[in-house]
């Protein structure tokens, strides 16, 4: 059976737990890998971390209102929820995904 996972509502989505998400540099080399891909499975952003960190990385994505995780056969598809994040913080996504710091880590 497949996992299904929890994506918060629009206006379930809080500031200070999406900024929390954020302020991770792995966290937010996923977030600008994913962008620049549009779309991926779990694998693609494991970029040789292990299954474990990441997962729970995924999760606080997901939770954060960020990461939008669908389940086809055994792939996990992950997109960003930028329409969504747009929406309640008009700007903000934009503002991150405008620069990717130096110091990211393998900018994954």
């Not at 779990?42 to 995924?58: A, E, N, V, W």
């Not at 405008?98 to 900018?107: H, I, M, T, V, Y």
Request: glycine content about 6%; charged content about 20%; aromatic content about 4%.
């Amino acid at each position: 059976m497949a996992a299904l996972y929890h994506h918060p509502a629009p206006e379930e989505i809080t500031l200070l737990p999406l900024l929390r998400a954020v302020a991770d540099p792995v966290r937010l080399g996923i977030i600008y890998h994913l962008h620049s891909l549009g779309e991926a499975n779990c694998t693609t952003l494991l970029r040789g971390r292990p299954k474990s960190s990441m997962s729970h990385h995924f999760q606080v994505l997901r939770e954060a209102g960020i990461l939008q995780t669908r389940v086809e056969g055994v792939q996990h598809r992950n997109t960003l929820r930028l329409d969504v994040l747009e929406e309640r913080f008009p700007g903000l996504m934009s503002a991150i995904l405008r620069e990717c710091p130096a110091d990211l880590p393998e900018k994954i």
